[in-house]
């Protein structure tokens, strides 16, 4: 243990000499939290969107309005013709248009139905679905005012379904309260890989790894002593971008705040041990930044992060039960927003152990035969 606390102090020495690193340990999870926080997300609004109304009535005027009142559509251009409408779309001004076909009071008032086209720009699949979905929940709200206006004429009331809706876990469905947990996963992943990627090299660049090699440190000394400085600076990290999530993006953590640390020390295992294992197989620093890369993406494109794992094919989601990334962030999540405890993750928890026992065994044992 003496020898490991050496090589843990040697480790912290080099880092404080490093002036240029410093910054990057402790501000750069902080702003990769807040850029990642605005800029990812599904939710889409201030959609610019364009409007003809061939009716103008007060029924097509009020369904217009609708659109307006909901707080995702902003009713930028009034049309006057279907002309228009190509200008608006090819040049991006607008990704929505609303027309009103003639005849739209007059079809409703003999409980007809009426005719309405809305275009979408398609371009962005994934933007335009949502948008149409958008679209049909003002639509379905405006048919539902409609049908029950006409039904309170015909009768005071009717029986029938009492529907009450309620969504657990995220009352509000505000998207940030999804994206914020994986994001602190994703962001914490890459850091602590990239700084322990580096370990080994940097040794093997300055000339000091030669060094080491000649004294009598065992592997496993040396690589738990490689591990530990960057698991603590790891941890501050951890609390650093938890409490930027719960105060500047008011993300609430209904669970318990203990065993998140724990089972984030246990998924930083896995991380600093897949950075030892880059720095084993890497000459130069850039070349383990660029294997770090290459890891770290296939982890955050197959964890669930931003993509289902379900609507994987079969072969790719039996590739996911790899990565430990997939785990934490059930855990983070659980924790998070269900407010889960152990007694629900702890098989999630149990897997990303061995992962990370593996992936340190793996290390030491590459770095053993780099030694022989």
Known sequence: MRVILCIIKKEYLQI????AFIPMLFFAPVIQLTLFGYAVGTNVKNIATAVIDHDKTRASRE???DFGNSGYFQLRYFLQSDSEIDELLDSGKVKAVINVQEDFSRHLSRNESADVQLIVDGTNSSTAGIILGYI????????SSIAIQKLERVRASMPGVDLKLRAWYNPELDNINFIVPGIICTVLAI????LTSAAIVREREKGTLEQLMV?????FQLILGKVLPFMLIGFIDVIIIILIGTLWFGVPIHGSIPLLLFLAVIFISNTLGTGILISTISRTQQQAMMT???VMIPWIILSGFIFPIENMPKVI???????????????????????????VLWQQAVIMALLG????????SRFHKRLE
């Open 16 to 19: 404080l000499r490093d002036r």
């Open 63 to 65: 369904f217009i309005q």
């Open 136 to 143: 049909s929940e003002v639509v379905q709200r405006k048919s």
């Open 191 to 194: 850091l602590t890989t990239m």
């Open 215 to 219: 004294t009598p440190i065992s592997p």
């Open 292 to 294: 770090t890369l290459f």
């Open 317 to 343: 989601q039996l590739l996911t039960y790899a990565i430990p990334l997939r785990y934490f962030l059930i855990i983070i999540r659980g924790i998070v927003l269900k407010g889960v405890g152990l007694s």
């Open 357 to 364: 026992i593996a992936m340190l065994y793996l290390s030491i």
